[in-house]
């Protein structure tokens, strides 16, 4: 079984940084792509950050320079680390894998951004 657990969201002020960690079981992790989704009050989940087995990564415009992905082969753990967070960047985020033609998520952790 393929379990996926978001961490690390929170409540933060404009222009803050948060660090989110999604920690992956039940798959071989190092051979798979990772992406974060996040998804607003009344908006479509939408993929903001990949990162592939060999290390690339792609960048949604609205983050990009603002966050980095990276992954842990050995933690098993892929993580999205936020800078200069703005008010449209809360959301609820979500770690994501396909494996095996299937589609796992996490349960999501909540990241909100208020001054």
């Known amino acids: 079984q393929v379990y996926l657990v978001e961490s690390g969201g929170g409540s933060v002020q404009p222009g803050g940084s948060l660090r989110l960690s999604c920690r992956a079981s039940?798959?071989?992790?190092?051979?798979?792509?990772m992406n974060w989704y996040r998804q607003g009050t009344g908006k479509q989940r939408e993929l903001i950050a990949s990162i592939g087995n060999a290390g690339g990564t792609n960048y949604t415009d609205s983050v990009k320079g603002r966050f980095t992905i990276s992954r842990d082969n050995v933690r098993y753990t892929v993580s999205l680390q936020m800078d200069s967070l703005k008010p449209e960047d809360t959301a609820v985020y979500y770690c994501n894998v396909r494996a095996g033609g299937s589609l796992f998520w996490g349960r999501g952790t909540q990241v909100t951004v208020s001054s």
């Open positions: 039940g798959i071989n992790f190092r051979l798979y792509t």
